[in-house]
Every structure is written in C-alpha cells, then in structure tokens.
C-alpha cells in the first residue's frame, strides 16, 4: 500500500480513543435492560463470556496489524491471505458494517433526548435528527483527518466521565439482594444474549483501518487494539453489575442505565447518563465517520474500486469522495431502517470480518516470516479459538440476517463487475 499522508498525523493516543468510541457507544446505555431480561443477574457474565471469546479475535487483529502500515485492516490482511477476490469481498462488508452502524447510532441520539421531552423521540425528530449528525460528522471529517480525530478525542473522554462516575458510585452501592436468584431464567438465553453483547464489543477492529495516517503504525496499533478491548470489557461487566445492583426492575426499564443511575446518584443522575448517552452516541458517530471512508480508500488503492476513490482533497488532504460517499448511504439507511434492524444487521457482517481475520493470521505469519513485533503466543490455538468463537456468537443471528449478508456481499460483487467494465469502456473512449 501507498503512503497516503507522509506527515501520518495520528498518535497512539488518537487511534485508543478510535477504538474505544467505536466499541463504547450507544449499546451499553440501552442494552442492561434487554440483558436483565434475559438472564437476571447472570447477565453480567453475559459481557465477561463474550468479552473472553472475543479477546482472542482482539489479539488476531492486533498481530495481523503488526505486519500492516496502510489504510483497510482486515481487508489487507483477507487480501494477502486469501487472494484479491476474498479480500474483496471483505473489505466491502467491512465498509457496509461501518455505514451500518453510523446509521443505527445516528437514529438513537433523538430516542434518548426523549428523557426530557417525549416529543423529541417521534419518528420525524429521530430521523432528521440522525441525519443531522451524519451529515455534520462528515463535514468534519471531510475538512481533516486530525480534526475527525479531535472529534472522536473529546467524545470518547466526555462520554467515560458519567459511564466511571456511575461506576464508582454504584458499585460500592450494591444490593446484594438483587442477585438472588442469580439466573432466574436458566442458562439457555445465554446465546441470545451473548448476541447483544457481541454488537457492544465489535469496534476494535476499527483501529487498524486508518493505519495509514499512523506514525510508527505496526507498533502502535496493536497497543490500541488490546487496550481498548481490555478496558472496554472491564468497563462493561462493572456497568451491567452496578445497574443489576442499584434496580431490581431494570428489565422494565426503557432507559435502563439513566434509571439505574437515578437510584445511585439522585434525580440528578439519570439526566447526566443520558446526556452521556448523547455525547456517546455522537462520539461513536464521529469514530465510524472517520474509519468508514478509509475501506474505500484502501478498496481504490488495491485497484478493488476506482481510482478516484482514494483521490485526496486539494486542500484538506482527505479522501472527499469516499467520505460523502459514506455519509450519503449512512443517511439512505438511516431513514429506511430502524435501530433494531440495523443492530442486527450489523453482527452478521461484522461476523464475516472476524471470521477472515483470525483464519487470516497463521497465513500472514508464514508469508511475511515476521521474527520481530506482537504475536499471538501459542501457535495456532488463539486463532482457532477465535474462528470458533465468532461462528458460535454468529450462529445466533436469524436466517433473515444471513440472507441480508449475503446479498449484501452479491450486491457488492455486481457494483465491481458494473465500475470495473465502465471504467474499461471509459479508458476505450478516451483512447
């Protein structure tokens, strides 16, 4: 891969924040409930099981990036693994999972702001409301990818502050009572569950996309991922105990964590978690506005799309067109699809990305002949654990999530064929 941008403007504190806003975002301040519904208190073992399994895909990512500088992650490491058309087929749901969840974070900004007006969450408000943070976030990104960054900076600390304050007042607070009985409704929603708990880990394999625009990239970026995936784990089985902890009735709750935070805090403290769930939801906007684009970026410069793609702006030296490109189908989807829709979506696609990465890693090792830099210890075995991992956790998805990925993934293969032969018939004209 080219060098994009020899100046490489992010640092490892930039791409810990990316990773931490894309896995900290809207799911944990409307998923407890869900959970507790599910499976009681056990439903902070929930996060710990998934956060475990998925630890192991964590480390594949953080070791395939290890041997990678440009822009794509797992599309790069698909790419020399499995060939140029698997690698495709990558890269392209790689790109749909970010639009994806752009567009299912955008349509809950709104939903919360009903805490204070109900009027607020109606569908017309949630909608243009979504489409006003898409649109504002790619504005941003498209005038700087440090300004993105800066973006993504500020909202990944402000939105931590209320999720620790929370943590550190509720935790100590707990009412041992409401663990009992511990799994009311057995273990088999364990599955589903997990399910919903898979969608708020998926974020970490955002942090090698823009590597790019890294400084000392296949050092830094392994860091970012491990880290932000520890943290993002320990944070999570914290927040579901204190919440499980402070309200017996979370299950019941429509704003599961603002009334959690009510009982420990004060009246006060559901407003301040749910202006925390705005702030969150926008930094997560912010995050998939910035990595988003650069799957196009790296789709172009591999020769995958048109070059164009990866044209950088005169000025503000960003990819412009893979940015409103992404912005202007995150608003398409947005308005089509609600959040649940999109959330489910999501999982499989995000599925497919994990899948490839970790079958991907003992390839690249004999490929590359790496003898310095991150490894996974214990040969094939955390690779193994991961594939096996993200086939169960995928597993749980409906026959209608796979259906959308798979024609998601056909769409993909016919929009090539269509831009591969216009741009041949374009080079025949000119000629």
Same mark, same amino acid.
């Given at each position: 891969? @080219? ?25 944990? #301040? ?9 499976? /009681? ?21 953080? =070791? ?9 992650? &797992? ?9 140029? %058309? ?11 999972? =970010? ?29 243009? %409301? ?35 304050? *929370? ?11 409401? #663990?009992?009985? *511990? ?7 364990? /599955? ?17 996309? &823009?590597?790019? =625009? ?12 491990? $880290?932000?995936?520890?943290? %993002?784990? !320990? ?45 969150? +939801?926008?930094? #997560? ?16 410069? %591999? ?21 409103? +490109? ?12 609600? $959040? ?58 409906? !026959?209608? =999530? ?17 831009? @591969? ?11």
């Amino acid at each position: 891969m @080219t060098d994009r941008n020899s100046a490489r403007p992010l640092s490892l504190f930039d791409i810990t924040c990316i990773g931490v806003n894309a896995i900290v975002g809207s799911s944990i #301040f409307l998923f407890p409930g869900r959970l507790a519904g599910m499976l /009681g208190p056990a439903s902070v073992l929930s996060f710990g099981l998934s956060g475990l399994l998925l630890s192991s895909v964590a480390l594949c990512f953080a =070791e395939a990036s290890a041997d990678f500088d440009g822009h794509g992650g &797992p599309y790069l490491y698909a790419r020399m693994a499995f060939g140029p %058309s698997v690698g495709y087929g990558i890269g392209w749901l790689c790109w749909l999972a =970010e639009v994806l969840s752009l567009a299912a974070v955008a349509d809950g900004i709104a939903i919360y702001l009903g805490f204070f007006n109900p009027a607020w969450a109606a569908p017309v408000v949630v909608k243009s %409301s979504a489409v006003l943070v898409i649109v504002v976030m790619g504005a941003i990104n498209y005038r700087g990818v440090k300004l993105g960054a800066w973006t993504s900076n500020f909202f990944t600390v402000a939105k931590l502050v209320p999720l620790l304050l *929370f943590v550190a007042v509720g935790l100590p607070k707990l009412h041992w009572t409401n #663990f009992a009985p *511990f799994a009311p409704h057995g273990w088999k929603p364990m /599955g589903a569950a997990c399910l919903l708990t898979f969608f708020a880990y998926s974020g970490f394999e955002v942090v090698p996309v &823009p590597a790019g =625009e890294v400084g000392d990239a296949k050092k830094m970026v392994p860091i970012a991922t491990i $880290f932000s995936m520890a943290f %993002s784990a !320990l944070l999570y089985m914290a927040i579901q105990a204190a919440a499980v902890g402070a309200r017996p009735d979370l299950a019941l709750s429509q704003q599961p964590l603002a009334d959690a935070a009510a009982a420990v805090l004060g009246p006060w403290g559901a407003g301040f978690i749910v202006i925390g769930a705005v702030i969150s +939801t926008a930094g #997560f906007c912010a995050g998939c506005a910035l990595g988003g684009p650069r799957y196009l970026v790296a789709l172009a410069d %591999s020769g995958d799309w048109p070059k164009i793609f990866g044209a950088l702006h005169a000025r503000y030296r960003t990819p412009w067109l893979a940015i409103w +490109t992404t912005t202007l189908l995150s608003i398409a989807l947005a308005l089509l699809l609600d $959040f649940n829709k999109l959330v489910d979506i999501t999982v499989v696609v995000v599925c497919a990305q994990y899948l490839s990465t970790c079958a991907a890693v003992p390839i690249i090792r004999k490929l590359t002949r790496r003898k310095h830099g991150f490894r996974v210890p214990g040969g094939i075995f955390l690779p193994a654990v991961g594939f096996v991992s993200t086939l169960w956790l995928g597993s749980q998805a409906s !026959l209608g =999530e796979l259906g959308w990925c798979f024609g998601m993934l056909a769409g993909g293969f016919v929009l090539k064929f269509i831009l @591969t032969r216009a741009s041949q018939q374009a080079k025949i004209l000119k000629n």
